[in-house]
């Protein structure tokens, strides 16, 4: 394989990407200027992980001439810049629908759960659950000692949905500090450590940024929603830094084995002026070009899913494949058979780059799912938001909005089956307490009046 030559953009492309971020940019500006900023709303991550995927690294390649895919094949660039454009527009048309607060409001309200006594219930099954997980994904790996293996060693496939159910341990975390705020007792705190030591335990060896980043995210966000704050710019803007010092750019270093984390981290701090352009290089950020690549051949030798993406995504996503042999294949994973070749089981033989939210929304109809299901997505993440803002003084409701505000940065990376599976990982283990938290307080007013009329 040779490089294909740089791409010669033209002012139409330039038009794409400008116009991409004035969509994404006026949404957050006229928040500013109504001092409406929320900087946990779902729209600010959305906008900040689509400005970075496909504002910023589209300009640095055109720029730069640097292209990630050593592939002798035509890139479709404008065609995937339209298809970004037609997405983040659709995407803050639905966000920004009104039908979100009426949707919020028709939800179940958030049970009080006053002692936190179903908090600490489901807290520590959830932390069982995902030490039970852990093992079972070392089991499927071949040993435990290769769930710390980094990308340089091969171990044995095992499907995403159960690779990630130690995530359960994210909310578990969430819900261990609840009962500690319920209940008054910081003790109680002490024992969100083991959940959170289950992530950083099969994030920080194998350099597995996807599970730290949620961790801290959902811990900073439900520290402040507690507390009914907000943090100021400049103290965001300084984390924003560190993250990418100190968690970003070490963890993508030293999972291919070449370098311990702790130097990776060290090396990190000593070039800071080299962190932005090593991220805006890396294949974490590339899913412009993966569209680019994927466009000329979408819809001809690798044909339109009609549905069948989006459904596999949601519906058909937690079943794994051992379970189901014939489960329809996802679009990414043709595109990387078509291009690359696969292994038996999916794995990736050369590349494995990622299509990312719009180029799997694409793999149905092209532009019209594109559209509507960005919409849809924009009007699911909007509806949470509103439902936290309808109950902002319930813990559940905190908890349940912190553990799944990385879906709003995530997809737009990692596809949209990664909606699903976080969702139930981080999202549903909350649901479940608060259905539990309400059949508690229905039994005890049905006791108390039984003792009432009793008496």
Sequence with gaps: MRPEQPYDAGLIDYLLIVGTAVVLAIPLILRVYRRRFDVFEPL?????????????????????????????????????????????????????????????????????????????????????????????????????????????EATRFVPPFVAEAFLVALPATLLFLAAAVRRRRRTVALLALIPAGVILLMAIPAGNRRYLLPLLLALVTFAYLVRGRRPPLVPIAVSVVLVLLLVINPLRDARTGDISYPEATLESVRNPHTALESLLRAGDTSMIETMALEMPVLGDEVPYRY????????????????????????????????????????????????????????????LVSVALISALFGLLLATGYQYLLQH????????????????????????????????????????????????????????RRAVGSAT
């Design 44 to 152: 600010t991550l959305a906008s900040f992980a689509l400005l970075l995927l496909f504002v910023a690294r589209p300009l640095y390649d055109f720029l730069a001439g640097y292209q990630w895919l050593g592939y002798d094949n035509p890139l479709d660039w404008r065609g995937a810049l339209l298809i970004t454009f037609i997405g983040v527009v659709a995407f803050e048309i639905g966000y920004h629908m009104p039908v979100s607060r009426r949707l919020a409001a028709r939800l179940p309200r958030p049970p009080q759960d006053s002692d936190g006594q179903a908090s600490l219930v489901l807290a520590a099954a959830l932390t069982v659950a995902a030490a039970g997980a852990v093992l079972t994904v070392g089991y499927l790996k071949g040993g435990l000692g290769l769930l710390f293996a980094n990308r340089a």
């Design 392 to 447: 902002q003084g319930a813990l559940l409701a905190q908890v349940a909005f912190a553990s799944g505000l990385w879906l709003a940065f995530q997809p737009w990376e990692a596809g949209m089956s990664m909606i699903t599976h976080s969702f139930i990982l981080t999202v549903l283990p909350v649901a479940a307490v608060g259905l539990l938290a309400r059949r508690r307080d229905r039994a005890i007013r049905v006791s």
């Design 307 to 366: 549905g069948l993406e989006l459904v596999g995504d949601t519906i058909l996503a937690p079943i794994p494949r051992q379970v189901w042999p014939d489960k329809p294949q996802k679009t990414s994973t043709l595109l990387i058979d078509h291009f690359y070749g696969t292994a038996e089981g999916g794995g990736c033989i050369v590349h494995c780059p990622s299509f990312a939210f719009f180029g799997e929304a694409a793999a149905d109809f092209g």
